[in-house]
């Protein structure tokens, strides 16, 4: 079974995760005015994960549709935050051609397959859902920042004792993708995750479809810089 069809759909990604729930007002209302779509637009959240950040999207007048491949995570959105919602996966999107405006894509959820041409459909996909014109927001961990902030502790478990796992932290040995593993309720997880560089974030976009590629480099929108902890892109489907 793919990593990401296994991890977020384990009832310990809620206990690993939880301290995110904390975080969706300020980054849901943060990532979605920089989608800086007028209320009305047609969003599609993909992906929508447990709908923390549903309801920032909805307070800026959006229509929301959300995607996951997960069960477990769509079950408590249907629960905590009822929207209409579609059970999918990246590389097929069960919509038609152009039937949104935007495409919201947040918290590092893009790289998540081994080979660059299915990352590259993921991004096809949203280009094909989106009228020409519509907006993607994707919203990626900075390389440089994750790359720094892992230096120190690389390859070492460290203990989380009071959310009840143990992680460790390694680079593949090109260097290209970050994988994560935990120890939680008696279960083993393991992230692996390519995160690209500014250039090859940019060249992907480019390929599938986008044009008017904008970057900044935190909530506020402040300007990119390569040492960024979050680069946060805007691009327009041509
Ligand atoms: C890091 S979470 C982000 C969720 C949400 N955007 C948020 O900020 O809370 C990544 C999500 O991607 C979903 N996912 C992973 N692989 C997927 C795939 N191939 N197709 C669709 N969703 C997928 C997971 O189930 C998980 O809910």
Redesign the pocket.
Known sequence: M?W??W???HPAYFQI?AD?AAD?AT?GSALAALLHLPPGSRVL?????????HPHLKAQGLEILG????RM?LARHREEHPAPLAR????ALPFRAACADGV??????WG??TRREENLR?LAEFARVLRPGGALLL?LAGRNFLRDAVAEAEGQWLDFPDEGYRERVTWSADGRRIRTERRCQGATFRHDIWIPTDTEVRACLAEAGFGAITACGGLDGRPWTAAAERWIYRAVRR
Do not use: H, V
């Open positions: 793919d990401f069809a991890d977020f759909d995760y995110k969706a980054e959240d993909l992906p929508c994960g447990w709908g923390r950040l995607g996951d491949l997960s995570n999918l996966d990246f590389r919201f894509c947040a918290y590092t959820s998540y397959f993921q919203d």
